[in-house]
C-alpha cells in the first residue's frame, strides 16, 4: 500500500545510506524496522504476561551437623565424597 510519511531530514538520509549499503530498497529498511518496533510490546500489552518468578521464602536450610565452610562435609552430605 502507498502511504504518505514526513520523516525527519536526518533519519531519512541515514535510512537511505542504510538501503543502499545493504543493497535493498528504503521500503524494504521502513518495513524491517516497523516489524522490529511492533514486535518488541511492551510488558502488559495484549498478548504478553507478566510471570512471577519462585522466590526462596528462607525456610529450612543445612542438615544439622553439616559444616557449611567444609567442601568435604558438604559433598559427604550430598552422598558424593570423593
Known amino acids: 500500500m502507498k502511504t504518505t510519511l514526513d520523516l525527519n531530514d536526518q533519519l531519512l538520509a541515514s535510512a537511505k545510506a542504510l538501503a543502499a549499503r ?14 522490529l518496533r511492533l514486535r518488541a510490546r511492551p510488558p ?17 536450610g ?7 565452610t567444609s567442601n568435604k562435609a558438604l559433598l559427604a552430605a550430598l552422598g558424593d565424597d570423593a
Open 62 to 68: 543445612l542438615v544439622p551437623g553439616v559444616e557449611p
Open 44 to 60: 502488559g500489552e495484549t498478548g504478553t504476561r507478566r510471570r512471577r518468578l519462585p522466590v526462596f521464602d528462607g525456610h529450612g
Open 22 to 35: 545493504q543493497r535493498t530498497s528504503l521500503t524494504r529498511v521502513i518495513e524491517e524496522g516497523l516489524q
